[in-house]
């Protein structure tokens, strides 16, 4: 398989498996805004964030990737105890949510999905 062949394979792959991701990070998101110390909500979403970063890497969306990096390193420092989850911390992930999922339905602005290929 070519390069070019990979790349369009790897973007299918990962839009495919979109949905399933806000799915549950939106699942997750709600159920940590009921309980914001909840340690294993704070993982789940994570969890949800390392996946997206990762499969966006190997699709070629560099912005998305950095997103849920910027995302991930958040969670850490909630996890450590550096931080607290709060509302701001609650608002920029559903945001990260819906341009996820307005990408799943063609809606999302091109420039959070611009590809590094």
């Known amino acids: 398989m070519g390069d070019d062949a990979l790349a ?4 299918a792959i990962f839009t495919d498996e979109l949905d399933e991701q806000v799915q549950q990070l939106n699942e997750d998101l709600l159920a940590l805004e009921r309980a914001p110390g909840d340690e294993e909500l704070l993982r789940a979403v994570f969890r949800v964030m390392h996946t997206l970063k990762g499969a966006s890497r ?3 969306f560099p912005l998305v990737e950095a997103l849920c990096h910027a995302l991930e390193n958040e969670l850490s420092r909630v996890r450590d105890g550096g931080l ?3 509302a701001r911390r609650s608002r920029f992930c559903s945001r990260l949510r819906t341009h996820l999922a307005k990408r799943e339905t063609g809606y999302a602005p ?3 999905f611009r ?3």
């Open 58 to 60: 190997a699709a070629g």
């Open 8 to 11: 369009v394979r790897l973007r």
């Open 84 to 86: 607290c989850w709060g």
């Open 110 to 112: 091109d420039s959070l």
């Open 115 to 117: 590809t590094s290929r």
